[in-house]
């Protein structure tokens, strides 16, 4: 079921109402029930294998729980590989199996292993993750073990970020099922803007920018130059406003029932550095990767050497989790990259801006820091969307092509602006989309925008409210099934 289809139109006033009108002890056993059904309506059969990673990890738990010393580290080890190879099997089996078949044909060496014929399960990564983080977290000492089998089952599979996050720590969720949510109006209403807001991004501006993105990168060999860097300039935010729009719907389906899950964007396209980018975007994932693996490998606690790598390796495992391609291994190790290069080369940058004044000059300087982060997450995103490595390496090899008569780069045969046989309206009002995007971006470094919002008159509220909705039914991209981005991992 996708947020932005008129079942989900009816499906959450529907679960919404009976959450509130039926008493409380019975509430956990309807989330669960609708979350089931959620889920149920992509592919029915592979609730069962959310089921089997529910079963492992709620007897892990306890297990680990009421064991000591090498026994109970044991469980843990049995739980996470458990987990992870049901993952293996369903995401990365064939594309090892399809790695080393390609590498046995380089030494004519035949390989007999075919491919599994299996369909990816909607948002096993997350899944897993959250369930892996329960283990991890009972383990650790932090999280008592869920003794009640259902509210465990419900915080794995909790309708509104179950198959696209936030990535939830049991020590945010878990204790919220057992809390009395009471009918709220303010809460109801702030939970209500922020669906929309999410719907906006979603709707408006993702999958408007899709048509255009999906076009070029597609069929990547048919275009050059500027159809090239629009292209990828427009994914970059096509990505965030799909992403962080599902979570926004997520997070305001959550809080009208009275939950509160975790922020997990912040303006990322406002970071200064590549570092501040990765606390800015999918911030439950990122501090995952860094509670889980970043850290137990030694973060920087270690030699500069060992520090690098850890980096490195941290982002290598991000990138794969994204994707089963080694397009996604690489948009990962370039960030790696990114961080260590910048780690080195931090004297050096401060010295070049000491130079030229810059440090005189703080707003540019942020302006420039800005810009060239936005420059490098950009170049990224080319692996991210592209079909493979070499629809990646002809992108980025023509990426400066084509510009040679500028008259030229806005006529409709010269497959520019007018490269997807759309008309002016829709590439401008894309555009004005971003432009309206960025502002209310920059509005909102004064503080939260729905609280903003709220203290304004009610006129000019209704205005903004009413001038929302029309635009989501007047502008919003319905003629194309366009799901959130992140269901395929």
């Not at 209403?189 to 929309?196: N, R, V």
């Not at 807001?197 to 069929?219: C, E, H, P, S, T």
Request: aromatic share 20%; proline share 3%.
């Amino acid at each position: 079921m996708l947020f932005n289809s008129i079942h989900f139109l009816i499906y959450f006033p529907v679960v919404t109402i009976l959450y509130f009108i039926i008493p409380h002890k019975f509430r956990w056993f309807l989330l669960l029930t609708a979350s089931c059904y959620f889920y149920m309506s992509f592919i029915p059969e592979y609730i069962l294998i959310l089921a089997v990673t529910i079963i492992i990890d709620y007897f892990a738990g306890i297990y680990i729980e009421n064991s000591e010393g090498i026994k109970k580290r044991k469980f843990l080890v049995m739980s996470i590989i458990s987990l992870i190879l049901v993952l293996f099997i369903f995401k990365y089996f064939n594309f090892f199996n399809h790695s080393f078949a390609e590498l046995s044909e380089a030494f004519y060496l035949k390989y007999p292993v075919e491919d599994i014929g299996l369909i990816l399960p909607i948002g096993l990564s997350f899944h897993t993750f959250q369930s892996l983080s329960y283990v991890i977290e009972v383990y650790r000492g932090n999280q008592k073990a869920e003794k009640n089998f259902g509210i465990y089952s419900l915080y794995v599979m909790f309708y509104p970020q179950l198959v696209a996050g936030p990535i939830e720590r049991p020590q945010n969720l878990l204790h919220q099922f057992y809390e009395m949510h009471k009918v709220d109006y303010r809460r109801i209403a702030d939970g209500l803007k922020l669906m929309t807001w999410g719907m906006f991004k979603k709707v408006v501006i993702a999958d408007r920018l899709a048509v255009f993105v999906n076009q070029v990168y597609d069929n990547p060999y048919e275009y050059q130059g500027i159809s090239l860097l629009i292209a990828t300039i427009f994914f970059a935010f096509q990505i965030y406003c799909d992403f962080s729009g599902y979570t926004d719907i997520a997070r305001g389906a959550a809080k009208v029932m009275g939950f509160r899950l975790m922020l997990n964007f912040d303006r990322p396209y406002f970071s200064k550095s590549i570092s501040e980018f990765w606390k800015r975007w999918h911030i439950s994932l990122s501090t995952w990767f860094k509670d889980y693996l970043y850290i137990p490998l030694g973060g920087n606690r270690v030699s500069i050497p060992r520090w690098y790598l850890n980096l490195f390796v941290t982002f290598l495992v991000s990138g794969l989790w994204h994707g089963a391609n080694w397009t996604f291994v690489i948009w990962g190790a370039l960030h790696g990259i990114y961080l260590i290069v910048g780690i080195i080369t931090s004297n050096f940058r401060e010295k070049v801006t000491n130079l030229f004044g810059l440090n005189n000059l703080p707003r540019i300087q942020k302006l420039l820091r800005i810009f060239i982060t936005f420059c490098l997450v950009c170049f990224s995103w080319i692996f991210f969307r592209a079909q493979d490595l070499d629809s990646a390496v002809y992108i980025i090899k023509n990426f400066y092509t084509g510009f040679g008569n500028v008259t030229e780069l806005f006529t409709e045969n010269a497959k520019h602006v007018y490269y997807l046989d759309k008309n002016l309206f829709d590439f401008s009002f894309a555009i004005l989309m971003i432009l309206v995007l960025k502002s209310v971006q920059m509005l909102q470094r004064k503080g939260d925008m729905i609280q903003m919002l709220n203290r304004q008159s009610w006129v000019l509220r209704w205005l903004i409210y009413y001038a929302i909705i029309l635009i989501i039914l007047l502008f919003g991209q319905y003629n194309i099934n366009q799901q959130f981005i992140y269901f395929q991992f």
